[in-house]
């Protein structure tokens, strides 16, 4: 990867790996920390990472970055995850109620439900991100929608 293709993943995706790793992490210091460390990484490795396979390899450093952190986190038992505040408005609590399901699930299920859902990722492309297969990408999502889904319809207050 040259300098230039360099240049060009960070206007491209920085935004996109930062607004995925604040929707994990909910805490835009940490999301920016490990963004910034997965392009440093890229960086160093750059002329080992070709440009074509840059998205790949950042969303999936990004992922390792988190999954990293949160076993470290786990260790401490420190970390306690600040919920959104609730408004009167019932799109703002059913969006508070999504984000507080997603919590709940696993974070490789998570990861897969942001990146179908939120990003629009095409299964193969998250599959190469996640490092697993296809078929085990779609088992993870329609595990993952089914509990979000049962978290949702057992927490919903009208």
Avoid at 23 to 34: G, M, Q, W, Y
Avoid at 121 to 138: D, P
Wanted: charged residues 30%; proline residues 1%; contains cysteine.
């Amino acid at each position: 990867m040259t300098i230039k293709e360099y240049n060009a993943c960070v206007d491209g995706f920085s935004d996109r790996v930062y607004a995925y790793a604040l929707k994990l992490l909910r805490d835009s210091a940490l999301a920016e920390d490990i963004v910034q460390d997965v392009f440093e990484r890229l960086w160093l490795k750059r002329e080992n990472v070709e440009f074509e396979k840059a998205k790949s390899y950042l969303f999936r450093s990004t992922y390792n970055g988190m999954i990293d952190w949160s076993r470290k986190e786990k260790l401490r038992k420190d970390y306690n995850p600040v919920l959104a505040s609730v408004e009167q408005d019932h799109s703002e609590e059913l969006k508070t109620l999504i984000d507080q399901g997603l919590q709940q699930l696993p974070l490789i299920q998570q990861q897969l439900i942001l990146l179908r859902d939120y990003e629009d990722y095409a299964y193969s492309e998250i599959a190469e991100i996640a490092g697993i297969s296809e078929s085990q990408v779609k088992v993870y999502l329609h595990r993952g929608r089914a509990e979000l889904k049962s978290y949702i319809t057992e927490h919903w207050v009208k």
